[in-house]
């Protein structure tokens, strides 16, 4: 199943408001529970007994990663980033 989650991230300074960030995210049955990753970000997962809890896990995750590269002066990808990049190494 593909859904679209939006999750906020990046309020580091007092006053600074959280910017908006909207993903695909991919969610699979798997060992008897669900199985979310985002493509966009390599690595972020997550895992829940049913499909909302590993939904609500994997936007955690995301949100996470967004600050995770916010903190180190990292870009922060776009949806569909991995595939627009992946798209012009073939080429």
């Known amino acids: ?20 960030h909207c993903y695909t995210v991919l969610v699979e049955k798997e060992n008897g529970g669900y199985r979310a990753h985002c493509p966009a970000l390599p690595g972020c997962r997550s895992y829940g007994d049913t499909k909302k809890e590993a939904v609500n896990n994997i936007k955690l995750s995301i949100s996470y990663r967004l600050e995770t590269l916010m903190a180190k002066g990292k870009p922060i990808p776009k949806d569909g980033d991995l595939a627009r990049s992946s798209q012009q190494r073939a080429q």
């Open 1 to 20: 199943m593909r859904l679209l989650v939006i999750v906020e991230a990046g309020a580091g300074k007092k006053g600074e408001k959280m910017a908006t």
